[in-house]
C-alpha cells in the first residue's frame, strides 16, 4: 500500500515536470533560431504579388489615361518630387553587397545545424538594406530592382522574390551615398552580424566592396496614384 500510495504521488509531479520542460524547450528553441523565419508556400505567396502587382498595375493605368486626357486638353500636371526622383536612376559614389549561399558539405550537413542555415534568409537581405539607409544611402536596388518604400524581400527556398520577379542566388544590394558612413553602418548593424557569424561558421558568402561610381537602376513597377495629380 505504501508504495501505491507514493506512485499515486509521484506520477502527476513527473508529468507537469516533463510538460514544464517540454514547454520551456519550445520557448528556447523559438528563441535561438534567429535566420530560420522564412518557411513560407512558395506558390501562395507568388499567387498573392502577382495579384498586388496586377492591382497596382490597374492604378497605374487608370493614372495614365489621366494624365494622357490632362496632355490633350493642355491641363498642368503636378508631380511629387519622389516620383520624379524614382524614374531616374542614380549613379555616384557607393557601395556593394554580395550574398551567397553556402555549399553543403560532401558528407551532409553536421549534427546541430540544417540545410536551411546553408542559405541566404530574406531577413540577411533586409538587414544589409535597412543598415544601408541607416548609413545616409541616397538610392537603394536589389538586383536589378529599384528599391522604395513598399517594397517587400521575400526568399522563397533558395530564390528570392522582389516585385514579382524570382531572382537566384548570389544577391546584390547596391547603394549610392556616402561609403565611409553606410560601411560603417553594416559593420555595427547586429541583425549583419548574425549573418557575418553563419557566415564565418558554414562558410555563407558576404562582401562588400566600395566604388566611385555605382548606378541604382530607375523604378519600373507600378506606382500609386497619390504620387501625381491633375491639377484643375
Not at 195 to 203: E, F, K, M, P, T
Request: proline share 5%.
Amino acid at each position: 500500500m505504501r508504495s501505491t500510495t507514493v506512485w499515486r504521488v509521484l506520477v502527476p509531479v513527473v508529468l507537469l515536470l516533463i510538460g514544464l520542460l517540454l514547454a520551456t524547450s519550445a520557448r528556447l528553441a523559438a528563441g535561438t533560431d534567429l535566420r530560420a523565419e522564412r518557411r513560407t508556400n512558395l506558390v501562395d505567396l507568388i499567387r498573392a504579388e502577382q495579384d498586388r502587382v496586377e492591382a497596382e498595375t490597374a492604378n497605374v493605368s487608370e493614372l495614365q489615361n489621366q494624365l494622357d486626357a490632362a496632355a490633350k486638353a493642355k491641363v498642368p500636371v503636378e508631380t511629387d518630387p519622389e516620383l520624379e526622383s524614382l524614374i531616374s536612376e542614380v549613379e555616384g559614389a557607393g557601395l556593394t553587397v554580395t550574398l551567397e549561399d553556402a555549399p553543403i558539405p560532401a558528407d551532409g550537413v553536421p549534427d546541430g545545424w540544417n540545410a536551411d542555415d546553408y542559405v541566404v534568409h530574406e531577413q540577411d537581405v533586409q538587414a544589409v538594406i535597412n543598415a544601408l539607409w541607416a548609413g545616409g544611402a541616397e538610392a537603394i536596388g536589389v538586383m536589378d530592382q529599384r528599391i522604395i518604400a513598399t517594397s517587400a524581400v521575400r526568399c522563397v527556398g533558395s530564390t528570392l522574390l522582389l516585385h514579382g520577379q524570382v531572382y537566384a542566388p548570389p544577391y546584390t544590394v547596391i547603394a549610392v551615398g556616402p561609403t565611409d558612413r553606410m560601411q560603417r553602418a553594416i559593420d555595427v548593424s547586429p541583425r549583419v552580424a548574425i549573418y557575418r557569424q553563419y557566415a564565418d561558421l558554414l562558410g555563407l558568402g558576404f562582401d562588400v566592396s566600395d566604388s566611385d561610381s555605382v548606378t541604382v537602376p530607375a523604378y519600373e513597377g507600378p506606382l500609386s496614384a497619390r504620387y501625381a495629380q491633375v491639377v484643375e
